[in-house]
């Protein structure tokens, strides 16, 4: 069952002792301390299976816990999943117009919206493209303009890039931390390299195995938007040592 505790101030998702125990009998998150506040990009990363897209998905109201306390402080929330989740059908303008169809907007209204946002993720001119023309770096910025349709002040990625090679992901991540610098939505970020935590995040939060806890909530102090050459810094570095030690089980 959901529980709330009033009181948010500037966090827009907050976590306090949050558990998630699946219907199975299977513990997926215990005890999580956690909180997202407006204008911070947090990372997380963890062991596969430690519930990070859980987490993810009780951000966003899709899975309930049954222990701690949960208060979502967005009224606005944009979700990107693994999967581009395109509709075959559609051509760009229509898959990204998908989300404020029920919104109280003119065709024409919600068409230049997504236009706007298509225009965001460098994707114009392939407005009236059908997803199968695509590469998949265009699709998953497609999902990425999807969101952005919304104005969401709470921005959650699933491991969006995961599937991509490296250079696709890494000009994603350029790309990524270039929106973040404009928007200045919070987000919450699923990702399993540590590479890109640190790149794209204002905070990295590290989980355990499964059950996941919080074991590590590392800042990451540059400034945006991120030149690609912070990944050779020592600086940089430093920090994903520092990642790769608590990933590991050691301690801060």
């Known amino acids: 069952m959901q529980q709330a505790r009033p009181?948010?101030?500037s966090e827009l998702i907050g976590f306090e002792q949050a558990g998630v125990v699946f219907p199975d009998g299977t513990p997926a998150l215990e005890q999580v301390d956690l909180t997202v506040r407006a204008g911070e990009f947090v990372s997380l990363v963890g062991p596969s299976g430690c519930g990070k897209s859980t987490l993810?998905?009780?951000a966003a109201g899709l899975q309930d816990i049954t222990g701690g306390y949960v208060q979502r402080g967005a009224a606005r929330l944009g979700y990107v999943f693994q999967e581009p989740t395109l509709l075959p059908w559609r051509t760009v303008r229509e898959n990204v117009a998908l989300p404020v169809e029920s919104a109280k907007l003119g065709k024409r209204a919600r068409y230049q919206r997504a236009d706007a946002a298509i225009?965001?993720?460098g994707l114009a001119g392939f407005a009236d493209?059908?997803?199968h023309t695509l590469s998949g770096g265009m699709k998953m910025r497609v999902s990425i303009a999807r969101a952005l349709t919304c104005e969401p002040e709470l921005f959650l990625f699933d491991e969006p890039f995961g599937a991509l090679d490296e250079i696709t992901r890494e000009h994603l991540n350029?790309?990524?931390?270039?929106?973040f610098a404009e928007r200045r939505f919070a987000g919450m970020f699923v990702t399993h390299s540590?590479?890109?935590?640190v790149f794209l995040s204002t905070r990295v939060v590290v989980l355990s195995g499964r059950p996941?806890?919080?074991v590590g909530d590392i800042a990451v102090p540059f400034d945006y938007p991120r030149a690609p050459s912070?990944?050779?810094s020592a600086e940089f570095n430093a920090i994903a040592a520092e990642l790769s030690e608590l990933l590991r089980g050691g301690h801060r």
């Open 7 to 9: 009181g948010l101030g």
């Open 56 to 58: 993810l998905r009780v």
């Open 119 to 121: 225009a965001t993720v």
């Open 129 to 131: 493209h059908l997803p």
């Open 174 to 179: 350029d790309e990524t931390t270039r929106l």
């Open 194 to 197: 540590i590479a890109e935590a």
């Open 212 to 214: 996941g806890r919080v």
């Open 230 to 232: 912070l990944r050779f």
